[in-house]
């Protein structure tokens, strides 16, 4: 295409559309974008991203790589790897050194590389990323303890992972110019120097602009920005190849760093990363060659299978020595690991500066490095789930709750609730009631639900149905239509509100077809001034000759029913779609008004005088009653500014 604005614009779109069809599909992104770009370039001939770019692609994509690594390196707080168990720390560091070694020994020998390529091949590959690792989870449904192992896995590898490419890319080019030995070690040890020194430097000083404001604070991101790329330019101008090194070393300092507010600054990248993935790959897989393609022959495939059945069994074997999982979890854990989005974009950058230099070897770092992230993404979806159901180590149908806000009245719901024996997480992006909820413990996510942050964070474990009673009702919406794609549909529902008319048909236009919540009328506004007026929580056993009805005449209509526990343990949330109807033997939970006659008896007893013996078990004001909680069984509170993802 000749045209240079209408081709970018037809690029935009094909990524747009790539997305969708990812997002729809929960499958990694970078999958699709790959498939396409491989369509329009070396397939149709269609995208030439050389000609279209010119001397400009190779700035433009180490730019793209390091803000890239720069929004990895972010997240890599030494906190959570020390807090995330010995097999997550394990798998990040003796792992990634032991996938490294075989990935490298058998790319020289499977693939005749030459050493010192077949080591920056190893260490690309080490890389798996929560971005590939986490639509893959989402649909899994293994036991708790393994989605968190491979969560942690993909996000705390990333940038370890590229770190240690980087490095070893830097020794490799260094080497390749035909200096001593000696020689090579000087210049890498003062190509390592420079990038952390300059990298922790940049990030202390950047850290105390952000920390004092010395800054306003909607210049953070754009300075942010431009100061990691300036950081990038410089170092690489003093030293060659010490830019990557820089800019993830000022990430990873900033992210360790007390009172620098990084949430917003990290949603402003995650923003920008995904305009720069989508637009980057479909621009890098177009610059295929059909030579390239043609140079994934039986060994390419071979070397594949090893790195999925013999590297990654090996580590996990390793790694997970004296852990107590069992050998059918270990398989599990042995089984997946794709590679995504760092990998692709490190190696692009690398095969185009080695190219440029006549570098032997250097034309297969791409195609091979593509064919691994389409070979373990494609394998690992089709059979994860078969290999989940055959080894048994998947969760039942999750029954928990995500409730949006952690409010009065999501509190004491959310109480009620995990006195039933249900479990609960509640999301909400005011600080103070985050803390109210995590002493009364209550599990708590800090942050925007809808964010990128709490794509990769926020714990969906046993979560099955969502209630949004958040104030915020734009926010209720959202959530609501967010994660109906990955709950499914009957699995959540929506509040009520009384915006008018106007605003009611704008509501039922986008979310109809979502249940109204309990009676269908009941509004949070209505909830909060129910409960502030002394409204109780209580639950009834229905049997043959106590009904939904009896209950409801003791009470005269003034309750609310809210839920329906089965004497299996099955929970049916009262709504529009479905009329709760209790059986004998069930439980019911309802919300008592406060001017209910029967609670307003002059001798009222804990049990429902009229109720007995049906064992209706007053559970007012359960929520204060945090004395019954273990110390510790909520996740401890953290500073505001440490949490990515926060709403303001």
């Known amino acids: 295409m000749t045209e240079p604005a209408l081709a970018l614009t037809l690029i935009g779109l094909m990524a747009l559309g790539c997305q969708w069809l990812a997002w729809r599909m929960r499958l990694p992104a970078i999958l699709p974008l790959l498939i396409v770009g491989i369509l329009a370039g070396p397939v149709t001939g269609w995208l030439k991203p050389d000609e279209l770019l010119g001397d400009l692609l190779f700035p433009l994509v180490s730019l793209a790589v390091a803000v890239i690594l720069f929004e990895g390196s972010l997240t890599l707080d030494f906190k959570d790897l020390r807090g995330h168990g010995h097999i997550v720390r394990r798998l990040v560091t003796t792992g990634v050194v032991i996938t490294g070694v075989i990935g490298t020994v058998a790319a020289h020998y499977l693939l005749d590389m030459r050493w010192e390529m077949a080591a920056v091949l190893g260490a690309l590959l080490v890389v798996t990323g929560p971005t590939v690792v986490m639509p893959l989870l989402q649909t899994l449904r293994a036991r708790g303890n393994l989605t968190q192992i491979l969560r942690w896995e993909g996000i705390m590898i990333d940038p370890v992972g590229a770190l240690l490419a ?17 020689h090579t070690l000087l210049l890498f040890a003062q190509t390592v120097g420079l990038g ?18 010395w800054l306003p604070q909607k210049l953070h991101n754009f300075g942010t920005l431009m100061v990691m790329l300036g950081l990038f330019a410089i170092s690489n101008t003093l030293f060659h190849e010490s830019g990557l090194l820089t800019v993830t070393v000022m990430g990873v300092w900033l992210a360790n760093m007390r009172g620098v507010p990084t949430q917003q600054i990290i949603e402003f990248k995650e923003t920008l990363t995904v305009l720069l993935i989508s637009g980057l790959f479909l621009l890098l897989a177009g610059r295929l060659t059909v030579e390239q393609l043609s140079l ?11 790195l999925m059945w013999v590297a990654r069994p090996l580590t996990v074997w390793l790694c997970t020595l004296g852990s107590g999982l069992t050998l059918r979890e270990k398989a599990l854990l042995a089984w997946l690991s794709p590679r995504g989005i760092v990998a692709a974009a490190v190696a692009s950058l690398f095969a185009l500066k080695l190219e440029s230099q006549g570098i032997e070897g250097a034309e297969m770092l ?42 009065s009245v999501s509190r ?15 999301t909400d992006t005011n600080w103070d009631a ?34 949004p009673l958040s104030p915020y009702r734009e926010l209720n919406s959202l959530a609501a239509l967010h994660f109906e794609h990955i709950l499914g549909h009957g699995r959540v529902f929506r509040l009520a509100e009384d915006n008018g008319k106007n605003a009611k048909r704008q509501q039922d236009q986008a979310l109809g077809h979502l249940p109204l919540l309990f009676d269908g009328k009941i509004t949070y506004a209505k909830l909060a001034s129910l409960l502030s007026q002394g409204a109780q929580f209580r639950r009834a056993r229905i049997t043959e000759s106590f009904s939904l009805e009896d209950y409801r005449k003791i009470h005269e209509e ?26 004998a033997g069930e439980t019911l939970i309802s919300l008592i008004h406060a001017d209910s006659p029967e609670l307003n008896k002059p001798s009222q007893p804990r049990t429902d005088k009229a109720e007995a013996p049906q064992a209706d078990k007053d559970t007012a004001g359960k ?7 273990p110390p510790g069984s909520g996740s401890g509170p953290l500073p505001a500014s440490r949490l990515p993802g926060a709403g303001t």
């Open 166 to 182: 980087v490095l070893v890319y830097e020794y490799v080019a260094l080497g390749m110019t035909g200096n001593a030995a000696s």
């Open 366 to 407: 791409v195609p091979m490095t593509f064919l691994v992230i389409i070979g373990t993404v494609v394998i690992q979806s089709l059979l994860s789930r078969p290999i989940v159901k055959v080894l048994g180590v998947g969760e039942p149908p999750p029954s928990g709750f995500l409730i949006l806000g952690a409010n």
């Open 623 to 629: 929520s204060s009653q945090t004395s019954r909680t």
């Open 196 to 213: 952390l020194g300059m990298g922790a430097l940049g990030g202390w000083c950047w850290g105390l602009v952000l920390r004092h404001f």
């Open 558 to 583: 003034r309750l609310l029913p809210l839920f329906c526990i089965s004497s299996q343990g099955r929970i049916r949330i009262a709504n529009t779609a479905v009329a709760l109807e209790p059986k």
């Open 412 to 426: 004491q719901i959310a109480r009620e609730l995990v006195d039933a024996g249900f479990s609960v997480r509640l």
């Open 296 to 306: 994934l022959s039986w060994p390419a495939w071979i070397f594949l299978a090893v």
């Open 434 to 467: 985050v803390q109210e909820a995590r002493m009364a413990g209550l599990p708590v996510y800090y942050g925007n639900p809808l964010s990128e942050h709490a794509a990769q964070h926020l714990e969906l474990t046993g979560i099955g149905h969502l209630m």
